[in-house]
């Protein structure tokens, strides 16, 4: 089983399994393509494992797809004023209303959270070391990460092409098995 972590800050290494979870229940969201197995298969690893372990794996995998978003930003030619364009600007603002928009089922409650760990990613701080100095997630704050990265995923994918996502995610962290079914 392949671990990952981030050796400068000694975080706790993330194996394969829990990332391979992480992903797959962001997979879920898709329309039609969830199944009760799979849903059994993440809840399984989410209990095994614990909420905080899922939501580390997922902030993680939400870093890595933003940090090549964030590239693309930067590089984007068009009018910026003296400053700019950056990250923060141009993808927290649509993200952050998306959530809203297309998930209007999730509590508020971990909103200003959610809110802090995608200013942490877009500003390319380690956003697992910065959530982690507040303490375990909770069930809401899961379920409205899981969203986010959805819409990165989805971000991502209208950005480069379908099914781009799932691809870098596999390569970076040499998991097939993060691979769409």
């Known amino acids: 089983m392949a671990v990952v972590s ?10 394969t399994d829990v990332l391979v979870t992480a992903w797959r229940a962001v997979q ?7 199944s009760r ?24 995998l939400l870093s890595a797809l933003l940090d090549v978003l964030s590239e693309d930003v930067a590089r984007e030619p068009g009018e910026q004023d003296d400053a700019g364009d950056d990250a923060l600007s141009v993808l927290f603002p649509p993200l952050m209303r998306q959530l809203r928009r297309r998930f209007p089922e999730l509590a508020p409650t971990p909103l200003p959270m959610i809110a802090g760990v995608l200013t942490a990613a877009l500003t390319g701080q380690d956003a697992v070391a910065w959530r982690d100095e507040f303490g375990a997630p909770d069930q809401p704050e899961l379920a409205s990460l899981t969203c986010l990265l959805w819409l990165v995923r989805d971000f991502f994918d209208a950005a480069t092409g379908k099914g781009q996502a799932d691809a870098m995610i596999a390569e970076i962290f040499e998991a097939d098995q993060l691979q769409p079914r």
């Open 6 to 15: 981030n050796e400068s800050t000694g975080a706790p290494r993330l194996g």
């Open 28 to 34: 879920s969201l898709d329309p039609g393509t969830s």
């Open 37 to 60: 197995d799979d849903r059994a298969g993440i809840n399984a690893v989410v209990r095994e494992q614990g909420h905080a372990e899922i939501a580390r794996a997922m902030i993680l």
